[in-house]
Structures are given as structure tokens and as C-alpha cells.
């Protein structure tokens, strides 16, 4: 249950300043000294959220005590009204060593409810007595607690969410339930398999294409396990490709940085492996990157910017990163044929290429007017459907006999 697990309060900045300010805008304006949010948990009333007075701060995030010694648990099992003009005038609360030790003269609580079930508890108090506090008072501190309880209700949501995705990607990698295809990669010129990209397939519900489950998997901090749980895999495979052959992996800037990624390349040869980083992912500071990268790229490792030409985040990447390959983006070389502008831009990065020593590659090639232009246009290698679908690598074989 929610209510009960500390790890739930971790709303994010935007939703703890808004919290805040309800904290703030309610105690200001019913002139009290205390506000504050509470939660029940093992026995313990804890404050999650507090505003004071500045002359007055009793009360710190974070501290607490038991909680049958506090006036929230007597306000929610009835032994205390919800709104008190003065604790002076009650037993019950003089009953409470608080009473004294902070004091407590007006008090208003009204309980914090999540899942059918008390949370805590909304507060605000002064060191004086207020007769002038009314049932108006009360209904608007109700009405700041049930938003208070709709927002922890869609933060639980959220989070129970993040759990089970974070338990799905994790019976993923636990159980192995993905598997290599490889997409060969041909030199245009000659016809010849130069290399294959290494794909991964799911063996998991729900159904669904890989794309979606390396995002989940960014989403719930499992982005890194995952690439290098296929890399190694694929690499298993490396040495059954033809000599001279390399074999492309996708992976993120993030798991780059990652030092599991030089343990799987220590025993395979770096000249036969490309790393392709894909233009969807965004780098903060290339040069962390070019200095991780470069002691494996002076043993041959070669870097590819994927999808160029899909938006200006490629460019960048080409510009900074100096890749060995350029992998021309499948929705530019599905319109090559019929658009002046993509082929110009095409012929550009061809210009590029040469210029700085690079190869491209024409992703997504599914007809043979494509593939005329790209022949027309100096495109190096190219892949697509057209070529060859991804396959095991038990099918490989016979595609490369033709």
C-alpha cells in the first residue's frame, strides 16, 4: 500500500513546490502559525511537507514521532474534533505532551485519504487560541486535502505503473526472452554482403516492437542492461560471419559511458564491430563520448550516426562524433526517387562523406528505382527489404550464396 512506503514521496520538484504553495495559501489565509502534511507510517506520524511562520518553526521535514501521540490520530479515530479553537479547552488534547511542549492553541486536521485508506494527514495550528475560525475554515482546509489526495492518488498510479514495467523489462533479461536477426548490408557497386545489422526480437508479452521495449526500458533505468544483455548476445555470433564482414550494434550514448560495454568487446576484434548511435538520442557533452570511444576506435572500433537526415539532432552527432559510417534515414531513401531536395541532400552528405573519410549507407531500400539513384548518387552499401530481410543467423547462409 502506498501510504505506507516513504519511497512514495518522490514527486518531483515541480509537484513539491505545488504542494508547498497549497501549504502556504491555506495557512496564510486562515492566519495560523503551522501547516503541514503528514503521513502514517509504521506507527509513526512523519511530516512530509511543512510551512511556518518565520518567527515560529517548530515542525522540520522529515522528523516525526509515534504516531498515538499526536493529535492527527485523534482527529481520524474521532477522539478529537477536526477543528479546535483552543487545545486548552480540551482534555483529550491537554492529555498530549505537545499540547505544551510546541504549543498548540487552534488546530484544524482533516485526514489524507489514498486507496480507501488514511495517508496522513492535512494540518495547520497556532500557538494561540482563534475563536473566529469557522466550519468555512474547515471546509476549505478539506478541500486543499482532497486535492492533496488526487495528486498522491495519480503519483501511487504512476508508480505502481513503473513497477510493473520495471518488473516486465526485468523478467525479460532474467529470462533471456529476445533473440538476434541480422540485416545484411551490401555494397551497392558489387553486390557484396559488407556487413549486418544486429536486430533483437522479443520473446514477450505483451506483443510488440522492439522500439517499445528498449524506450520502457530507458523509462524504468534498465536502458543500459538491456543493450549490453543483446550486444553480448549478438557478439556470441560474431566470429560465424565471412571474414572481412562486420556486424552493427545500436546503442545509447548512456550505455557507452557504461564501463560492462569495454568488458563485452575485450575478447572480439574491434575492426569487425560498428556501434551505431541513433539520432533520437541526445548528447550533452560530445567530448565524453569521443574520449570513451576513443581508445577502442584506435583498435578499430567503428562508429556509425544512425537515421542522418532525420532532423537536425544527426547533424550534430556527424559534426561532433566524426562517424566512420553515415546511415542515410529509410524515410529519405523511400522519396529518393521522386524528390529533388532529398536527393540533393543525399548527394550532400555523399560530398561529406568522401571528404572526411567516411561510408554511407542507404537505410530502408525497398524498390529498385531506389537503389538505382543511390547507385547514380555514389551511396556506398545500403540495406532494406529489397536486399534482404533480417533473418537468423541460421538463414544467412544461403543469402550470402546469391
Not at 196 to 205: G, I, Q, S, V
Not at 351 to 356: G, K, P
Amino acid at each position: 500500500m502506498a501510504s505506507t512506503d516513504a519511497r512514495f514521496f518522490t514527486c518531483g520538484d515541480v509537484i513539491d513546490q505545488l504542494l508547498q504553495d497549497a501549504l502556504h495559501a491555506v495557512r496564510t489565509h486562515l492566519g495560523l502559525d503551522v501547516a503541514f502534511i503528514s503521513q502514517f507510517t509504521a506507527g509513526q506520524r512523519v511530516f512530509r511537507y511543512v510551512d511556518s511562520d518565520a518567527g515560529f518553526s517548530p515542525l522540520c521535514v522529515g522528523d516525526g514521532g509515534p504516531l498515538e501521540e499526536s493529535f492527527c490520530q485523534r482527529v481520524v479515530d474521532g477522539r478529537l474534533p477536526p477543528l479546535i479553537h483552543d487545545a486548552r479547552d480540551h482534555a483529550e488534547a491537554m492529555a498530549l505532551a505537545v499540547t505544551a511542549q510546541l504549543p498548540v492553541g487552534a488546530h484544524l486536521s482533516v485526514p489524507i485519504s489514498l486507496d480507501g485508506e488514511v495517508f496522513g494527514t492535512f494540518c495547520c495550528f497556532s500557538r494561540e487560541g482563534k475563536p473566529t475560525l469557522d466550519g468555512q475554515d474547515l471546509a476549505l482546509v478539506q478541500c486543499y486535502a482532497n486535492f492533496v489526495s488526487r495528486i498522491f492518488a495519480r503519483i501511487a498510479r504512476e508508480r505502481h505503473k513503473n513497477l510493473e514495467r520495471h518488473a516486465r523489462v526485468r523478467g525479460v533479461l532474467e529470462g533471456q526472452l529476445y533473440h538476434m536477426v541480422y540485416q545484411p548490408i551490401f555494397h551497392i557497386g558489387t553486390g557484396q554482403v559488407v556487413g549486418h545489422e544486429a536486430l533483437t526480437r522479443f520473446n514477450a508479452e505483451p506483443q510488440r516492437s522492439p522500439d517499445k521495449w528498449f524506450n520502457e526500458a530507458a523509462e524504468v533505468g534498465l536502458q543500459d542492461d538491456l543493450e549490453l544483455a543483446v550486444i553480448r548476445r549478438a557478439l556470441a555470433d560474431l566470429d560465424q560471419f565471412p571474414e572481412g564482414s562486420y556486424v552493427s550494434f545500436n546503442i545509447s550514448p548512456q550505455t557507452i559511458l557504461k564501463h560492462p560495454l569495454l568488458e563485452a568487446f575485450t575478447s572480439h576484434p574491434l575492426d569487425r564491430i560498428v556501434l551505431e548511435v541513433t539520432e533520437h538520442a541526445s548528447i550533452d557533452d560530445y567530448g565524453v563520448i569521443a574520449d570513451a570511444l576513443a581508445p577502442h576506435r584506435r583498435r578499430g572500433l567503428r562508429l556509425a550516426v544512425d537515421d542522418a537526415g532525420a532532423g537536425y539532432a544527426s547533424f550534430r552527432h556527424i559534426l561532433k562524433l566524426k562517424p566512420d559510417v553515415i546511415k542515410l534515414d529509410s524515410t529519405l531513401v523511400a522519396a529518393i526517387d521522386r524528390d529533388t531536395g532529398i536527393r540533393a541532400l543525399a548527394s550532400a552528405l555523399v560530398r561529406f562523406a568522401e571528404e572526411t573519410g567516411s561510408t554511407v549507407v542507404a537505410e530502408g531500400v525497398e524498390s529498385e528505382q531506389e537503389l538505382r539513384v543511390l547507385h547514380d548518387l555514389r551511396v556506398g552499401n545500403a540495406q532494406g527489404y529489397l536486399l534482404g530481410r533480417p533473418s537468423p543467423l541460421s538463414s544467412l547462409a544461403t543469402l550470402r550464396r546469391h
